[in-house]
């Protein structure tokens, strides 16, 4: 039903209507009340539905018509030589010429319009402008839950993620819609330092309440988010029926990819720089390799540069087997592969390892290379993509190492480095398909990034919420005109001043663009800032000590002879 009432609001008008903005879903109203006018900040006015009945009989009823103020200027005020002039008092003016409010101002506010709201359909836009004259409220705290909020905070599928910014601390609680969030993606873009791990931490927190239980996993190539293992006994995930989220933390000593679960372009992004004829070479083999696969069949380094030596043979003249020069080369190269900590003949992260509702799996790959994050990376987001599909469409049973029966999120720290603007990537394509398709077999992606401007803007624009931290850099700013037209130019202009913690929430999982303060974490937020002065300091005084230790000992002591094999050696 749509936000209404049977006869005019009672609400505090805070100003009156003057006529249409710039474009014909503005307007712009009158006030002489500095306080609430803020850039955000949420008005409505009311117009009379006169055909709808209401249950007491035929009576008009009201629609309100909520709008979100864009801008504001100061339209009349005193005259600025008085301003100007630091003797004299402006009050004293004021009153002089008979003003009653001590610094008579007038500000002319232009308002964006929202619409009313229906549970059913959203936020409508009547099409209607407010007639001047018409009075403009501010919206309340109620009012804004309730029609700001897809999910009532704590119910089946919403995440408390915060409260709204421009009012007091939890007045309008923030609760996002989970299931926007996982199935049609999103993306958190921040600069450095404005909190956007600490904002992923607190999502992942949500996702893992009892009213959830999500099937989560953590791409996290810094090592941050080995404290989400606080979730595990903490009073506020418990559940009635004793759930208890489950934390997997696994590090690089324990990443293992099986190496026949790679494709041509994996080992190719792994070896060292090879020449036309070596890659053609290694493409055939792949070839010979899937002929003769059977099944399960599963090759090791070996199998494979047994292809390579049969891609690169040919006979000569005389009949004889000739190999090229091309194989010994690759060889050499595959069993510098061979010899990598991560990839494994036998030993694999299968799907069921990595997932399971309930669960939080935080992958971290700090200690490992550029080149073989981005292979594990796509084997794992491949395989997950193949999992939920093969498993949907009913194509292997549940003893299978791929069955996946649940949807799954998997978060990606530092996107910007597996899906680059302009550079080559294993994972960029596959991030494309997946997040093109992956609605369809439940795989939702979230990614993380303090450049968006370097990450690919096909990747970013399937992302259909976005969490918009503080960003100053002008290219990542522009970036995100075309990226993110959900958020609002308005709101966009705020990116600069926003400070840390405060987050514009757009899209898919919010019923309007909104302002949010984050809450504060449950579990340590293990990305903080180190403290330098205080580390320096403290490594100072530890070894000043030692050292004046050392200086006041005894003469002798500290001129006693070194002996080496019972010779003195001074």
């Not at 609400?11 to 014909?24: D, S, Y």
């Not at 308002?111 to 309340?140: E, H, I, S």
């Not at 070996?302 to 004889?320: F, R």
């Not at 030993?347 to 309930?358: A, R, V």
Request: proline share 6%; net charge negative; with cysteine.
């Amino acid at each position: 039903m749509p936000t209404l009432s049977h006869s005019p609001s009672t609400h505090h008008a805070i100003g009156t209507v003057k006529g249409p903005g710039e474009n014909g879903n503005q307007y712009v109203f009158i006030t002489s009340d500095n306080r609430y006018v803020k850039i955000g900040e949420f008005v409505f006015y009311q117009v009379a539905q006169q055909e709808a009945i209401a249950t007491n009989g035929k009576s008009p009823v009201y629609l309100k018509i909520l709008g979100k103020i864009s801008d504001r200027r100061l339209i009349d005020h005193l005259p600025d030589r008085i301003f100007a002039d630091t003797e004299i008092d402006p009050e004293a003016i004021a009153a002089l010429v008979g003003f009653a409010d001590p610094n008579p101002t007038i500000y002319a506010v232009t308002v964006d319009v929202v619409g009313y709201f229906d549970k059913n359909l959203g936020f409508v836009n009547p099409r209607q402008a407010p007639q001047p004259g018409t009075k403009v409220c501010l919206a309340d705290d109620a009012m804004l839950e309730r029609v700001l909020n897809k999910r009532t905070p704590g119910t089946t599928g919403a995440a408390h993620i915060g409260h709204l910014l421009l009012r007091d601390t939890g007045a309008v609680p923030i609760a996002l819609d989970v299931k926007e969030v996982a199935s049609t993606h999103m993306a958190i873009l921040a600069g450095t330092g404005s909190g956007k791990s600490y904002t992923a931490g607190v999502l992942v927190e949500e996702f893992m309440r009892p009213q959830n239980r999500a099937a989560v996993l953590i791409f996290d190539p810094h090592g941050e988010y080995g404290t989400l293992a606080d979730m595990r006994g903490h009073p506020d995930f418990a559940g009635d029926d004793g759930y208890s989220p489950q934390v997997k933390v696994l590090t690089p000593d324990d990443v293992r990819i099986r190496i026949s679960s790679l494709d041509y372009y994996d080992i190719l992004t792994l070896l060292p720089t090879m020449s036309d004829r070596q890659q053609a070479i290694l493409n055939k083999a792949f070839a010979i390799l899937k002929k003769h696969r059977r099944g399960e069949y599963r090759w090791a380094v070996q199998d494979l540069i047994s292809a390579v030596y049969e891609a690169d043979s040919s006979q000569d003249e005389d009949g004889n087997e000739k190999v090229g020069s091309s194989a010994p080369a690759i060889e050499w190269k595959l069993e510098k592969l061979a010899r990598s900590d991560y990839f494994h003949p036998q030993q694999h992260l299968s799907p069921k390892d990595l997932f399971e509702p309930g669960q939080v799996t935080v992958l971290q790959m700090n200690e490992i290379s550029q080149e073989e994050q981005q292979v594990i990376c796509a084997a794992v987001l491949r395989q997950a993509a193949s999992a939920r599909m093969d498993t949907q469409k009913e194509k292997i049973e549940s003893d299978d190492e791929n069955y996946l029966p649940y949807p799954v999120f998997i978060l990606i720290e530092e996107a910007h480095r597996f899906a680059p603007a302009h550079e080559p990537s294993r994972c960029k394509m596959i991030l494309r398909t997946i997040l093109s398709e992956g609605r369809k077999f439940g795989l939702g992606v979230g990614l993380i990034t303090q450049r968006p401007g370097k990450l690919d803007s096909d990747v970013l624009s399937q992302c259909m919420s976005q969490f918009l931290m503080r960003i100053v850099n002008p290219s990542d700013q522009d970036s995100l005109k075309y990226g993110v037209e959900a958020a609002g130019r308005d709101l966009l202009k705020e990116l600069p001043a926003l400070t840390k913690g405060q987050v514009i929430i757009a899209g898919a999982c919010v019923n309007t663009p909104v302002l949010c303060q984050v809450r504060q974490r449950l579990t340590t937020h293990g990305g903080e800032t180190l403290d330098a002065p205080a580390l320096w300091q403290s490594y100072f005084q530890s070894h000043h000590k030692e050292e004046r230790k050392i200086k006041t000992a005894p003469l002798a002591a500290r001129q006693r002879p070194t002996t080496f094999g019972g010779i003195s050696i001074d």
